[in-house]
């Protein structure tokens, strides 16, 4: 059976997560915390981390893909309808640069110092918080949301006027420090109403239901309505 | 006019150099530092990272591509011949995966700690050289060395049987870090012969007749019997 490799609050494996379900492919779901060096991770990505997906492609045998964009690629490839990145060059080029732009720059400026230091670091039992570098975290998720509204302003979509990839990257990244209680919604309404309608699809049911031991989500991570 | 915004010793921008001169395609090369806040790579790439692809596709119009895995995927699909990736989808995730390798990984473990520290920040008028990390981006070059070295003691190619972006993406970074001189080639045997016959492609020359101001590169560097 498919499974896909995965840690809960990590925003590639929800990403990951989000386009299983917006293609209606269903995975086994492992959690592989990579610090682990978990033998069955080790055989499947050499490179340990995580999300890492194991398919029995519609071709026959059995399939490990990783890292995260590359399994983007595939399942786009393997399967797809329903295609998750427009049909032309520009606008593949633009749903692609943008969820580079959540799982690179989002990730650099925002989950790593925020979301890893809180989640990661608390499963890894360390306690390495930087007051400095949580400020710089919090100055960049407000101009990520700022990005993230004027794209809105001009399109239904963050890529165009379709929901592509680019909009499931930045739904995993962003439910991910909803998590945590971190964003500041209300100052952003282009942004509030986009995460509102991608809350009310039954692809982010599962991850709004995710609960860490010991780490309670904010109390509006789980409402469509918040 | 195609154009490449760049910086002549980062591996990504080689990579898409590799690409474009595989495939057959001229670009012209814009040097553009991205720490200069210059205002055309803002316009092109709100991330404000090189490089940076502005294409004519045969489409028609102007289109500005970026980071580097979004480029290497526009240019396999806007111009698919020569083919950069396998056919097969385990073989396109093969190659992919082993790009990512490089771009994500080896950055991260050797080109960030040592080409950056010395290139980058010299660029920039830095000086904060750690002995620590330099030492550990070493034994990590050497562990990414034979990693490659095993890969291809099964394989004619990095990713397979032929030449594949993997083998762009390995080459890209392997000399960027081979300017400084500091990749232990005699102790990898497979991975010499690999680079000796990469060396001898066309592709390879204009990146081997790079200069740094002020920073004369290795003595082997453009030799491809070193």
Redesign the interface.
């Known amino acids: 059976m498919r499974s896909l490799f995965h840690m809960p609050l990590d925003p590639q494996s929800r990403k990951i997560r989000l386009i299983l379900a917006e293609k209606g492919l269903t995975a086994r779901l492992v959690v592989t915390p990579p610090w682990d060096g978990h033998e069955d991770l080790a055989r499947a ?3 340990m981390s995580v999300p890492v997906l194991i398919d029995e ?1 519609p ?1 026959g ?1 059995e ?1 490990a ?3 995260d ?2 399994i983007a ?2 399942l786009e ?2 399967y797809a309808k329903p295609a998750l990145m427009p049909a ?3 606008g ?2 633009e749903a ?2 943008l969820a ?2 959540f799982d ?2 989002f990730e650099a400026d925002v989950n790593a110092p925020l979301l890893r230091q809180r989640v990661d670091a608390r499963l890894q039992g360390r306690r390495d918080k930087d007051p400095d570098a949580i400020r710089r975290g919090l100055d960049a998720l407000a101009w990520h949301l700022d ?1 993230a509204s004027w794209l809105l302003e001009q399109r239904s979509w963050l890529a165009g006027d379709k929901l592509t990839i680019a909009d499931l990257a930045a739904a995993a990244h962003l439910s991910a420090s909803d998590y945590l209680g971190i964003v500041p919604w209300t100052e952003f309404p282009e942004a509030r109403a986009w995460y509102q309608k991608m809350k009310s699809r039954p692809s982010m049911r599962p991850l709004l239901a995710d609960r860490l031991d010991g780490l309670a989500p904010s109390a509006h991570y789980a409402d469509p309505d918040f």
Request: a positive charge.
């Open positions: 990505n050499p490179a492609p071709t045998g399939i893909v990783a890292p964009a590359v690629e595939y490839e393997a032309t060059s520009a593949r080029a692609r640069r580079a732009w690179i720059k990005y």
